[in-house]
Every structure is written in C-alpha cells, then in structure tokens.
C-alpha cells in the first residue's frame, strides 16, 4: 500500500483578490491528491472571501477562516492550527505551485527520514 499522508497546504491571504484564483487552481491542480488547502483571510477588504468562499463550494478540500487584520505570520500561525495533516505546506496567495509540487516534498521527506523541512520554489504570476 502507498504511503498518501493528508498535506495541508496554508495559504495567508490578505486583499489577495487579483491572484488567488490563480493560486488556488495550482494547489487544485497538484499530481498529488490527498490535500486540503486552508485559506486564512487576513481582514480583506477587497473580494478575497468570495473568491476563498468559491473556491469551497467547487471542491471540500478548501476550507476557509476569517480573522482580523494582524499580519501574515499570525494569519499563517491560524490556518497551522487549523490544519487536520501530517505535513504542512506554505504558500502565499500570491504564488503557484508547479503540479507535482507536493508530491516530489513528500517524496524527499519520506525517502529521507533524517529530513525535517522541504523547501522549494514557487512562481509569482
């Protein structure tokens, strides 16, 4: 049987309106299938709940969470204790991941036990 960890993937979003259908089609998008992406809205004022809120209705694996404005490191500390996965991935809303993203992370962390963090590039639109 392989091994198919719940990854959840975090994303901090503040007035992240003009990128996040972007961002959150890549995290669709992934090779790697057993995810759940945590949108934390960090006191928007443009349309990112609606497009967050979209986004959960098309597919259960996103889920949603508003808070007041206190920046991207608490928003990220949010969405950390929110997450239901073994492993935890970042991603601000404003980058994409590449679609085996996930699935070459948990490739190297399983195959090297000794490895504790994984990071790689993602790209900005």
Do not use: H
């Not at 995810?35 to 959960?56: F, P, Q, R």
């Not at 694996?61 to 239901?84: C, H, V």
């Amino acid at each position: 049987m392989k091994f198919t960890p719940l990854i959840s993937v975090v994303i901090p979003a503040y007035n992240a309106e003009q990128f996040l259908d972007e961002t959150l089609e890549s995290v669709l998008s992934q090779t790697y299938e057993n995810w759940e992406c945590i949108i934390v809205n960090d006191g928007s004022t443009d349309n990112t709940e609606e497009i967050a809120k979209k986004w959960c209705k098309k597919d259960s694996r996103f889920r949603y969470f508003y808070k007041e404005n206190s920046g991207a490191s608490d928003t990220r500390n949010l969405g950390i204790k929110e997450a239901r996965g073994e492993y935890i991935a970042l991603l601000d809303a404003d980058d994409l991941y590449m679609p085996n993203c996930l699935e070459v992370c948990l490739d190297i962390l399983v195959k090297n036990y000794l490895i504790k963090y994984v990071f790689c590039f993602s790209i900005c639109p």
